[in-house]
């Protein structure tokens, strides 16, 4: 099978030659330029030749138009630092107003993913980093103990500028589509969980904009729902319209792969602890999560990868033996 087939079929619960696998990184001094980070993704696929490349963008790259700024990391260690944000007070969220798609940082990276494209050839599925509307707000406030301020505070003004990031990032997928991605990856960050919110406040200021997103993205071959982080909503956000859904499956506040896959139709990617079990000296824990991860799933609806993004200490050799390991699950 072709890589986009393997996908596909995955995806429908159809006969595959071999589960697909992918893992994903950042690389923090390349994203910081359009070539930078179109270079470091195609050799990261290049070496590993992963199933699909879901594109790991800087995160910051939603924010940058509307005033946000960061000091640019120049190590593969360190992260960018926030300088400065748009939103300083509830207020300032009426003021916000929708970015066009071709301009600034966003249409950077447009060219970015048409540099991918071209280099992949139409090969490799790919897929582009979106982040769900609040994780955007909450960077353009400075942070989540600030977003959640402003939910307590002016509940109304948020809801404005939830409308303008949400409207700004709907026409923006439709970009990325012309571009030529597969779909798209669509994170939660830290905002899906009870460690921050009630579920009650993330249907309303989280929930409504996720759907709004994916509803507008539903002729997209591929939607990877990524729940994110310790205590999340995982099963409440099942019935949302996505392919495939990822999480820290190894996490001990989660369920279980076993477990949502006797709730939902979705493909279940992951298996592989992103932390210990990816940066240590030996591949055996990665190998036996990978095992008896495959073994949780049935049929074919099992993508092998991490629970999240693998850190820059990750173990080269031990991505190279889950990769081998993927073919061995024929």
């Known amino acids: 099978m072709t890589k986009n087939e393997r996908l596909l079929a995955a995806l429908a619960g159809e006969p595959v030659d071999r589960p697909p696998v992918s893992i994903w990184r950042h690389f923090y001094p390349d994203e910081v330029t359009r070539d930078g980070l179109a270079a470091a993704m195609l050799d990261f696929q290049k070496e590993f030749d ?62 970015c993913l048409r540099q991918i494209g071209e280099g992949l050839g139409g090969e490799v599925p790919f897929i582009m980093t979106v982040f769900n509307p609040i ?9 989540a103990e600030s977003l959640m301020k402003h939910i307590e505070s002016d509940p109304e003004a948020l809801h404005r500028g939830l409308e303008v990031i949400t409207a700004t990032f709907i026409r923006y997928a439709r970009a990325c589509i012309d571009a030529g991605v597969t779909g798209f990856f669509f994170p939660t960050t830290s905002y899906a969980t009870s ?23 539903q002729d997209a071959g591929f939607l990877l729902l990524h729940v994110c982080g310790s205590n999340c909503f995982l099963t409440e956000l099942l019935d949302y319209p996505a392919h495939a859904v990822n ?4 996490d001990p ?63 080269n050799d031990t991505l190279h033996a889950l990769r081998k390991a993927a073919e061995e699950m024929a």
């Not at 994780?135 to 942070?143: Q, R, T, V």
């Not at 460690?195 to 993205?217: A, C, H, I, K, P």
């Not at 369920?255 to 298996?271: F, H, V, Y």
């Open 135 to 143: 994780s955007i707000a909450g960077h353009l406030a400075g942070g």
């Open 253 to 315: 506040t989660t369920p279980s792969m076993k477990d949502i896959a006797a709730q939902t139709e979705m493909a279940l990617i992951g298996g592989v602890n992103q932390g210990e079990a990816v940066t240590s000296s030996s591949a055996g824990q990665a190998l036996e999560q990978a095992r008896a991860a495959r073994e949780a799933v049935p049929g074919n609806r099992f993508i092998l990868g991490a629970g999240c993004t693998v850190p820059h200490s990750v173990n």
């Open 195 to 217: 460690d921050l919110m009630t579920f009650e406040q993330y249907n309303e200021f989280g929930r409504t904009y996720d759907l709004q997103f994916l509803e507008s993205v």
């Open 50 to 111: 992963w199933d699909f490349m879901k594109v790991n963008p800087r995160a910051v790259y939603h924010v940058e138009d509307w005033g946000n700024t960061y000091e640019f990391s120049t190590e593969t260690d360190k992260n960018h630092v926030l300088k400065s944000h748009r939103i300083q007070s509830p207020e300032d969220w009426k003021d916000l107003s929708e970015l066009p798609s071709d301009q600034g940082v966003l249409g950077q990276h447009l060219d």
């Open 247 to 250: 999480w820290s499956t190894e």
